[in-house]
């Protein structure tokens, strides 16, 4: 969460574009990359990128123990929930990933805080309150830091980053569908590495 300002949430629809895509937001100084596993490459899409010098890969939409153990054995690095399971969160701790469970409320903050988990995704961000409902509810439960994440732009950004409780944000805005135009992922990647926090 402290490698960069934003976390590019990926959904990688051809394995072709895994690595220009990887490469384009090393290049721009986004290291820490979600690939999603919504798409039927997603496995094979962490598995290439994590060829590229100075990625750190993570799996996100992990949404049971078998998602888990899949994004683990393909070598995620770190693995992010819409949600939290105390089945799921148990895995996480068996496993000693790091784990970054979905919040989006003071519930949902108390129960990952019990199960050991201090680090949270807030999602959907902007739906779930924006920046007013992330820094009320953090306000009480000052253990937990959040990378908000759902709706979440370049513009929208610096409001989340201004956030004591907040480390870090992830989004998808730097990696629009369809084939990668390299050029501009990387600008778009240099744009949001600049982010203050
Ligand atoms: C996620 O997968 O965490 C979010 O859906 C990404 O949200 P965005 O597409 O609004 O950035």
Not at 57 to 68: Q, R
Not at 80 to 89: A, D, E, Q, Y
Not at 173 to 191: L, Q, Y
Request: aromatic letters at 4%; one cysteine or more.
């Amino acid at each position: 969460m402290r490698l960069a300002p934003v976390i590019p949430v990926l959904v990688i629809e051809d394995v072709q574009h895994a690595l220009p895509v990887a490469e384009a937001l090393v290049a721009g100084g986004l290291l820490a990359l979600e690939v999603t596993l919504r798409t039927e490459c997603a496995i094979e899409a962490i598995k290439m990128m994590k060829q590229v010098p100075g990625v750190v890969v993570g799996a996100g939409t992990v949404l049971s123990p078998d998602d888990l153990t899949r994004a683990i054995d393909a070598g995620a690095e770190f693995i992010v929930s819409p949600g939290l399971t105390p089945k799921l969160g148990e895995a996480a701790i068996l496993s000693g990933v790091p784990f970054l469970p979905g919040t989006a409320n003071a519930s949902d903050v108390m129960l990952a805080l019990e199960l050991g988990f201090d680090r949270l995704k807030f999602f959907p961000a902007m739906y779930a309150g924006g920046p007013a409902a992330l820094k009320a509810i953090a306000a009480p439960l000052a253990a937990a830091k959040f990378c908000p994440t759902g709706g979440v732009t370049i513009d929208n950004a610096p409001e989340w980053l201004a956030l004591e409780a907040v480390l870090c944000v992830g989004g998808s805005w730097m990696v629009p569908a369809g084939p990668p135009d390299r050029a501009r992922i990387e600008a778009a990647a240099r744009t949001a590495s600049a982010l203050a926090r």
